[in-house]
């Protein structure tokens, strides 16, 4: 069974720095992209990042480009997302999918943005 | 970007009865190698978002055969031949040709 599981996530003030983390089980993690989508009540679901199995391809919403580092260790079946410089917009339940179209999802980790 | 357009953005409907939601691209989803990234999610309340049907009309696994999907280039259409209870959430519309964008979502209600 596919199994998504992200943490965390909190209470960060603007401009600070969060890692999010999804480990990742019941397939072979290595060979299969992997993506970040968000969810905000305002703005409904939005894509964040993916990443390629092996971690060569990378790809970012132009929201978080700059900003924002996707990475993986298939080592330990590990997605992460680095996000630096965050604002109140990044404020949102970040979920950890599989593939490019999200084939699978974890439960969600939530990430709040305020002073 | 490309911008997807959801339509209606939201519908009750008798259990039992068909539903059907539209979904329209800024632009043709039709990749050079044939193949049309469009995919429909579904988010039951309280849950995460679960893929219903991915390239326009191939159901992801265990999704029932009521859920049927159609359509090309810009323009795309999830059918629901009989709703029951168990499909109330929000629908979800999503381009897969250039990044990803997803439509603004339709709630379903049952009446």
């Known amino acids: 069974e596919v199994q998504l599981v992200e943490s965390g996530g909190g209470l960060v003030q603007p401009g600070g720095s969060l890692r999010l983390s999804c480990a990742a089980s019941?397939?072979?993690?290595?060979?299969?992209?992997m993506s970040w989508v968000r969810q905000t009540p305002g703005k409904g679901l939005e894509w964040v990042s993916s990443?390629?199995?092996?971690?060569?391809?990378?790809w970012y919403a132009d929201s978080v480009k700059g900003r924002f580092t996707i990475s993986r260790d298939n080592f330990k079946n590990t997605l992460y997302l680095q996000m630096d410089s965050l604002r109140a917009g990044d404020t949102a339940l970040y979920y950890c999918?599989?593939?490019?179209?999200?084939?699978?999802w974890g439960q969600g980790t939530l990430v709040t943005v305020s002073s | 970007d490309i911008v997807m357009t959801q339509t209606p953005l939201s519908l009750s409907v008798t259990p039992g009865q068909p539903a059907s939601i539209s979904c329209t691209s800024s632009?043709?989803?039709?990749?050079?190698?044939?193949?049309?990234?469009f995919y429909w999610f579904l988010q039951k309340p309280g849950h995460s978002p679960q893929l219903l049907i991915s390239?326009?009309?191939s159901r992801f696994s265990g999704v029932p055969d009521r859920f049927s999907g159609s359509g090309s280039g810009t323009d795309f259409t999830l059918r629901i031949s009989r709703v029951e209870a168990e499909d109330v959430g929000v629908y979800y519309c999503?381009?897969?040709?250039?990044?990803?964008?997803f439509g603004q979502g339709t709630k379903l209600e049952i009446k």
């Open positions: 999503m381009q897969g040709l250039r990044l990803r964008t």
């Open positions: 990443l390629s199995g092996n971690g060569s391809g990378t």
């Open positions: 019941g397939f072979t993690f290595r060979s299969y992209a």
């Open positions: 390239e326009v009309s």
């Open positions: 632009q043709s989803l039709l990749h050079s190698d044939g193949k049309t990234y």
């Open positions: 999918a599989r593939t490019g179209v999200f084939d699978y």
